[in-house]
């Protein structure tokens, strides 16, 4: 096995269920028919290695899934099959990701860099070294809730920079700020690629990415269209989007209705069988072919919704805590109400006659 690789990912996608509504969602979960949730698959199968010191780009349209992969690297969601093989600490970079609105920017700096495994003493040491690179002035003792998106993508630059990553993931982080903030952005990427820190960065500005990467992945609603070299990738992508835009309103809304019916289509059990039957073709003498699948699908997941066992015991667990919480209410132990049912009596009942005997009205 290759292990020159910083990240692996490998027959990686991702399963979203179109609940329209939180009760909608409830009432499925304690549904006992087999009807069918409509599904959206955001990634279809993601199979790429990201060297270390690398800086790997990712583009696409917007919801194409390169956002759903990153945060897949970083560790933020799961995926629903395949591996992520990530060697080191990732620190993602997004507009306000991981900030807390109620906390305070100097609160929200304290508790990111906890997160990433700093003690107290090592963020009072960079403290003075995040608040400057973020020059936020004096918003940094104000609810980040009250930060422009701007400011938000600033904090979070800098506290992601300066907690010394192996791995930094960048999701269009550059994209909002002013020109002076965006050269000091680049100016540290540039210092993390010449320690050999691997990148990786998603954006839709192709001159960023051909300054950047190394390398560019193109992510096609949910599919991996091309990777390569950045100068071929980003002609190709280029090519694309020229034709994009010179069709009519209506060939561009049937297009991407065409791909959107496609990520919603995915039979992920084909897919799995086309894997199978190309390791089969690749290595004919390998009998145990289904298993190893299977097992690269399925053996690093853990599976996000309940099965059906799980359910039965969850609610068995409401219902029974419900009537311990009624049984309690009406001042009757659980042996009481088990062995003389019958002659239980509602306390409103017992105080209504006591009530009447004694002839307050």
């Known amino acids: 096995m290759d292990n020159s690789y910083k990240i692996k990912v490998q027959h990686v996608t991702k399963e979203y269920d179109l609940y329209k509504s939180q009760a909608e969602k409830l009432r499925s979960f304690f549904s006992l028919s087999n009807s069918k949730v409509p599904h959206f698959w955001s990634l279809m199968g993601i199979s790429l290695e990201v060297k270390a010191g690398e800086t790997l780009g990712l583009i696409g349209v917007n919801g194409s899934g390169k956002s759903t992969l990153s945060n897949i690297i970083s560790g933020i969601i799961p995926q629903t099959t395949g591996t992520v093989d990530v060697r080191g600490d990732t620190s993602i970079i997004a507009i306000g990701a991981g900030l807390r609105g109620n906390l305070t920017g100097l609160e929200n700096i304290r508790l990111k860099a906890l997160m990433q495994g700093l003690t107290n003493p090592e963020i009072d040491a960079l403290m003075d070294d995040i608040v400057s690179f973020a020059d936020i002035g004096d918003f940094l003792y104000q609810p980040v809730k009250s930060y422009s998106s701007g400011m938000k993508s600033r904090l979070g630059f800098s506290i992601a920079v300066h907690v010394n990553p192996d791995i930094l993931i960048i999701d269009e982080a550059l994209s909002v700020g002013d020109d002076t903030f965006y050269q000091k952005c680049v ?173 307050v009205k």
């Not at 993390?192 to 609603?221: M, N, P």
């Not at 053996?299 to 099965?307: P, Y």
């Open 187 to 359: 100016d540290k990427i540039s210092e993390f690629k010449d320690e050999g820190k691997t990148i990786v960065f998603v954006s839709h500005s192709l001159k960023q990415i051909e300054i950047l990467c190394d390398r560019v992945a193109w992510i096609h609603y949910g599919t991996l269209k091309e990777i390569g070299a950045t100068e071929a990738v980003v002609k190709h992508y280029r090519e694309f989007t020229k034709w994009f835009k010179g069709q009519s309103k209506k060939e561009k809304k049937h297009f991407q209705r065409q791909m959107k019916a496609n990520q919603k289509a995915f039979d992920i059990d084909a897919y799995q069988q086309q894997v199978i039957e190309e390791r089969q073709a690749n290595d004919p003498s390998d009998q145990n072919v289904a298993a190893e699948v299977k097992k690269d699908f399925y053996g690093s997941v853990i599976s996000e919704k309940m099965s059906w066992g799980n359910r039965f015991l969850t609610i068995a667990v409401g219902i029974v805590f419900v009537l311990a919480c009624l049984i309690n209410v009406s001042g009757h132990s659980l042996g009481d109400v088990i062995q003389n049912p019958g002659n239980i009596v509602h306390p409103e009942t017992v105080l209504h006659d006591t009530n009447a005997t004694s002839g």
